[in-house]
């Protein structure tokens, strides 16, 4: 799809129309705020943008509003067509630049190019992605404590050793599982998940072992459990330390020798299964108090994978939080203050928690950017909200952005004054003058 922004009705037509007959599908539009609105709700391929439109109809309004239709290349349509305008439209992240009146066939090639290029971005991107879960197993992260875990569940899965995975709530003990899993030569048979602690007691053997028809009310037809499901895979006990005493005993027959007798059933089966419990609690100390079998646990615990803390990750929480973002939106971005706001907080509920609030601060964001405010709103931090500076006035905010401009542009030339001002299209004299007012001479 081609989003067209230009505030000539009959060039909007007539171009809309074109495109139409070229095979394209076209949204077009009339002003500046119809463009980004028409941007957030179609995601198009292309935008194609006049530079001088409602509603100020200054070029400098167009090419401020390339930046917020990233990742989509953006070319820019102007009848202002001077060197230095196409010049400040590229740097802005522009693709490229048509000067009006546009000739078809030009036009034709550049908007077969652009939607050329649009599709191989998509296309990198999820080579990347691919690439990235396949070097990482689906463990997002650089700490210290995330590159051992990757390591050792690269180590450990290819035995056949039961897995004990242990660490706090939402700390990502499934994913770890499900990695265990995936690098094991056992990758092509199924994963089974079952939560021990969401199965009724009285259920949980017929879950995991199967029935025949009749055993027992409501058995209708004969079922296959869990371990026969599992059979040539991997069985995930999650959060074993719920499972009832009574069905400890069962499971410590199966992990002796792989047989189990389904509820209703006389002879014994056998299953081929690779077993990855996983659990909040302290089993050792559940064992000391008698509520876990000392067996079971010690059967169970060939090797153990401990998840950490989210705190103890503290280099990756702004990297999680953006490839969270990233998942519900294309568009939003974090502001530099929301990601330091992510790094220095602490995460009780670990990396769960820390999605679910970026996914509610996205879907209650007004606009792309999400801010410090978003975050604490999503988290329910009421008191870090009061905490918070009042919002800048606009004027505030220009200010400072054109002070932090200038600052840059010093920076980059060394001081040259004249090299700054034609680098912000500014003349000397009134780059010195906007300097004074600032203090920065």
């Not at 109809?57 to 009848?79: C, E, N, R, W, Y």
């Not at 009006?100 to 908007?111: A, N, R, S």
């Not at 191989?120 to 080579?127: D, P």
């Not at 931090?381 to 505030?396: N, S």
Request: hydrophobic fraction near 45%; proline fraction near 6%; glycine fraction near 8%.
């Amino acid at each position: 799809m081609i989003l067209l922004a230009d505030d000539e009705p009959a060039f909007q037509r007539l171009t809309a129309d074109w495109l139409r007959a070229q095979g394209h599908k076209v949204v077009a539009v009339g002003d500046g705020d119809s463009a980004y609105a028409a941007f957030l709700k179609h995601k198009p391929s292309v935008v194609l943008l006049d530079l001088a439109m409602p509603p100020h109809h200054d070029p400098q309004g167009g090419i401020a509003l390339i930046s917020t239709f990233a990742p989509a290349p953006v070319v820019v349509m102007t009848g202002h067509a001077d060197q230095a305008l196409a010049m400040q439209a590229i740097e802005a992240g522009a693709w490229d630049f048509l000067a009006k009146p546009v000739d078809p066939e030009l036009l034709k090639i550049v908007v077969a190019r652009a939607v050329e290029r649009a599709k191989l971005a998509q296309e990198l991107v999820a080579l990347r992605a691919r690439d990235e879960a396949s070097e990482n197993m689906g463990l997002i992260g650089q700490s210290p404590p995330m590159v051992a875990l990757r390591a050792l569940i690269r180590r450990v899965a290819p035995t056949g050793l039961p897995v004990m995975v242990l660490g706090p709530s939402g700390s990502g003990k499934e994913l770890v599982a499900r990695a265990v899993h995936a690098v094991s030569p056992r990758a092509k048979g199924p994963l089974v998940p079952v939560h021990c602690g969401a199965v009724p007691a009285d259920l949980l053997e017929s879950e995991l072992f199967g029935h025949l028809k009749g055993s027992f009310t409501g058995a209708h037809a004969d079922r296959a459990g869990l371990v026969e499901t599992a059979h040539g895979g991997t069985l995930f006990l999650d959060e074993i330390g719920e499972m009832p005493p009574v069905m400890q005993v069962k499971l410590l027959r199966f992990l002796a020798d792989g047989t189990y007798q389904p509820v209703g059933a006389r002879e014994m089966r056998h299953a081929d299964v690779r077993i990855v419990a996983a659990t909040h609690r302290d089993l050792s100390a559940a064992v000391a108090e008698g509520s876990f079998r000392e067996d079971l646990y010690y059967r169970l615990k060939g090797v153990v994978l401990a998840t950490p803390k989210l705190d103890e990750r503290g280099q990756d929480k702004a990297l999680l939080a953006q490839i969270f973002l990233r998942r519900v939106s294309s568009l939003a971005q974090f502001s530099p203050e929301a990601l330091a706001w992510i790094k220095q907080r602490d995460w009780p509920g670990n990396v769960r928690e820390l999605q679910a609030a970026v996914e509610c601060a996205a879907a209650l964001a007004e606009g792309a950017a999400i801010d410090v405010r978003d975050m604490a709103f999503a988290t329910g931090a009421r008191e870090e909200i009061d905490a918070l500076p009042h919002p800048q006035t606009l004027e505030e905010e220009v200010a400072a952005l054109e002070r932090r401009r200038i600052l840059e542009a010093l920076e980059r030339t060394g001081h040259n004054h004249t090299h700054s001002a034609r680098e912000l299209g500014l003349s000397r004299v009134g780059l010195l003058k906007k300097m004074d007012r600032m203090g920065l001479r």
